[in-house]
């Protein structure tokens, strides 16, 4: 897991811990900011309890320690580390531009063999306009890939779409390594705005930055899904 190694490493940890909720869709955790994670709940209830070690005892942790829950193997555990690295993360907003994933992956993929990991609300746009598209889901819907289709599928796409909750399911170095040939990018709330990520062959980083904390907050512990959470600004980063 170099890749969350790196990311902690570039982190600054002088910052208190102020608040955490752990909704059903999403996971906050506010530090410096506020930083977001999916809480990936059928994967979480296929796991064994307790799903979270001493819950209601996580505020006396330091950021650092929740920040390393990142490597657990309890989904939760780990949406949390995400959550907190980034909320750790200074976003400079001059460095990214306002376009979000669907966007991007239009732009990209148009005409040419697309693949995602993940299902996302925009797939039936996409499939009107590029040439091939391979959906990967770990949860498969209809017309969606097993897991174990990516070894195959990956390495022949000319664009390749990650879920930032490759991250917090330990797949993403493996994924990466199958895209090597492909424009590739990262998308969800999730998804760290770290250029941390360029230097494994992401092409680009697309997710959030919260601007209102406290609204966010209410709306993940109140069940919204990622386009119901309010007070965010949707961030893509591209590599230089």
């Excluded at 920040?67 to 780990?78: D, G, Q």
């Excluded at 990991?117 to 498969?140: A, C, Q, S, Y």
């Amino acid at each position: 897991m170099k890749i969350l190694e790196d990311l902690l490493g570039s982190l600054d940890w002088d910052a208190p811990v102020r608040d955490i909720r752990q909704g059903v869709f999403h996971t906050g955790v506010l530090t410096r900011s506020c930083g977001l994670a999916a809480t990936l709940p059928k994967d979480a209830l296929r796991q064994k309890p307790p799903l979270v070690q001493h819950p209601g005892e996580l505020l006396l942790r330091s950021a650092r320690e929740l920040a390393h829950l990142v490597y657990s193997e309890s989904i939760l555990e780990a949406a949390i580390g995400m959550a907190t690295i980034n909320s750790l993360l200074e976003i400079d907003e001059t460095e990214c531009i306002e376009q979000n994933a669907a966007e991007l992956i239009l732009q990209k993929g148009e005409n040419r063999r697309v693949a995602i990991i993940g299902h996302f609300p925009f797939i039936p746009r996409l499939r009107e306009r590029v040439r091939d598209l391979w959906v990967i889901e770990k949860n498969p819907q209809e017309g969606d890939l097993q897991e174990m289709a990516a070894e195959q599928v990956l390495p022949m796409a000319d664009v390749v779409a990650i879920t930032g909750t490759a991250l917090t399911n330990h797949t993403l170095e493996s994924l990466l390594q199958l895209s090597t040939k492909a424009y590739t990018l990262l998308l969800g709330d999730t998804v760290p705005m770290s250029p941390v990520l360029f230097e494994y062959g992401v092409d680009a980083l697309c997710g959030s930055k919260v601007m209102d904390p406290a609204l966010a907050l209410n709306c993940l512990s109140q069940g919204a899904n990622f386009r119901q959470i309010k007070g965010l600004k949707r961030l893509t980063k591209l590599r230089s």
